[in-house]
């Protein structure tokens, strides 16, 4: 792993039950470009004890990560100057792209809320892929024992509150900095099935909540930056976007967010386990495209300070 060259490295959070930060942050003092790359849905840093409460780890492994984005991340950000945040703590702790009530209680052991009621806030949960994951599609139950209450309030103290406040953090930092500011929420999806009646199914989908968190010339400009360079894109199907884009896409204030689902098989072996030849081109792919968005976003911070001088 190559260190950043003028990056400042800010670690944080803990994994109750291992040594080591739960979140790595890698910035510039004085940040070159109002971008920040995240990747909540990479970390592999597992305790021993959670390991063995899952009923098969390769596999649950294997099925919750978003398997080495972290290693298409890094040298985008490299590249780049963009500030990168990756959680350490696995997906199959806790879910850094749900909110902090979307939890299936009837997986925890110990004194639980009142009556919980059907809502947008634990709609994750009743699928089983909440906060903590409890069931994967194919797979059912992942793991073989309840989880305790102190376990779980442990685990958002340690993980998901320091996580959380990095992110909010730069962002705003970033913002500050340049007036406007843009999260690269990066994800990756396994290989997608063929509609009937359509083409080959996509190798990247921009999520944007559908134009809630992001301006909408900058997801055009994602969508047209790589489809020009020959790669198939979809836009928000069948992933929108999530409670990261949810919480963090405040357009009003210059804070624009997007989620890029990348597909694994561009990146990975055929077991979509470990990374392939092709992952440096897909860096170098993802590189231009944070260039492209790097230079846009910061043009519209110019011209909103522009503005705010003109007033």
Known sequence: MTDFEHFEHVSGGAIPGRQGPSYRLWRQGKPSIPILVAAPHGGRSYPNDVLACLRDPEQTRLRLEDRY???VARPVAQATSSSLLLAEAPRAMIDLN???DDVDWGMVRGAKPGRVRHSLANRRSRSGLGLVPRRIPGMGEIRQRPLAKAELDAWIEAIYVPYHAALAAELERLRDNWGVALLVDLHSMPPLKKAHGEGRPAEFVIGDRFGASCDPGLVDLAIRYLGNQGRRV?????YSGGYVLDRYGQTARGIHALQI???RSTYLDARLDQPS???GAIAKLLTGLVDTLGAEVTSMGRLSHMAQAAE
């Open 69 to 71: 984005i972290d290693a």
């Open 234 to 238: 979809a836009h928000n199907r069948p």
């Open 261 to 263: 689902e990348v597909c």
């Open 277 to 279: 030849a092709r992952l």
């Open 98 to 100: 749900r909110s902090v």
